[in-house]
């Protein structure tokens, strides 16, 4: 599949070159065309690999990820634009963080909305899953590298973005039976606002490599 | 050991019962003494069980349970009296919900806040411990009601009032490996901004017997 990565973060990269592996041709987008990390990943991993701007991405790309830092995404998808967009999966893994305030970070957006939520009405048209926030980028693409079984959650209006999305999710790795859907977009607001206890959890544990299993009543 | 319990709801007196059976004398407190909830739990359970004000059950306890409606915590410390809580160990499993916007609910504090930092600043006497909080009554005081292994927080500024906490927890029969200490009260913010997921984790299960297992990297 023609995929349309935006972000050229360790996120964005990240996801780019597993996407690659399991076989998709990738477009990687940034707000302006040759960005030094995008043009320097497309020339390491080679392949059916390009960058551009995110309108270049998002026109690539039959489904869409936005790996843009949270406060970001709405400028990110506005500069991808809506014509690019419609119709179309967008794979949401972006996290609403803002450090402006130091650490720890606080989020833009919680508690009575989310960025999932604002991204999916301002574009009425995308069909919007969340997912893949609640890890690391390493964890995102190989999940294996966390011990045992453990959980990823997908959220969104519509089931048929989710089952595409959840086909990604299982091409790095993660089991069927390890994919949690949480309901529609409104579900963004819990999975945002785990990051909190996600960053203590980082600390408890001295390591970006972990997760969350959900066990229910026997 | 003396505990008083305040807050005679569901968690209020589930936890009250399990302290009870494991051997504490436990006072519950309420709004008013004589609250028909209390009188009926007390004569029920039998034993060393009895109810009164939040202010005769806190200065009952050598540790105390903050077991009310997160909305109405700061309202029934207050009542409860500094005087009685001075240099004790609070055990705080209060949620800051709001329903009054119906469903889901939000927070009344979160993001760059939390209850348990709010309850500390106000009380700097009392020894605050966040714990217990991210499960339903049933599942604190016997968690092997969720199958396999999985995971109970603790936070606060005082280690020595931690340890204490989890000594109650362990007799409630969380194993030792699955406390996971998440440091200072500040903690508390990720544990309180949990709540969204999880309600949303009871949807997907349809059951709130349900916890998650933390897995950090191979």
Chains 1, 2 share one sequence.
């Not at 320097?40 to 991993?45: I, Q």
């Not at 966390?146 to 086909?167: C, W």
């Not at 390890?178 to 909190?196: F, K, Q, T």
Request: net charge negative; hydrophobic share 45%; proline share 3%.
């Amino acid at each position: 599949m023609r995929i349309g990565v935006l972000g050229t973060g360790n996120v964005g990269r990240t996801l780019a070159s597993g996407l690659l592996r399991n076989g998709h041709e990738v477009r990687l987008g940034s707000r302006t065309a040759g960005n030094e990390a995008a043009v320097a990943w497309a020339a390491e991993v080679g392949g059916p690999a390009s960058e551009g701007t995110f309108a270049d991405a998002a026109g690539f790309g039959e489904l869409v990820v936005n790996a843009t830092a949270g406060a970001a995404s709405l400028d990110a998808l506005n500069l991808a634009g809506a014509e690019q967009l419609a119709g179309k999966v967008l794979v949401d893994v972006s996290n609403p963080l803002d450090f402006s305030h130091g650490m720890p970070p606080t989020l833009t957006v919680c508690n009575d909305d989310s960025l999932g939520e604002q991204i999916q009405r301002a574009f009425a048209d995308l069909r919007v899953v969340k997912t893949l926030n609640t890890v690391t980028a390493a964890v995102m693409v190989e999940p294996r590298l966390v011990a045992g079984t453990h959980t990823i959650f997908v959220a969104g209006d519509d089931a048929a973005a989710k089952a595409q999305a959840s086909d990604l999710l299982k091409e790095f790795g993660w089991p069927a039976e390890s994919i949690l859907d949480l309901g529609d977009i409104g579900a963004a607001r819990g999975m945002e606002m785990y990051l909190p206890l996600w960053l203590r959890l980082y600390g408890a544990k001295q390591t970006a490599v972990l997760n969350i299993e959900v066990h229910a009543g026997a």
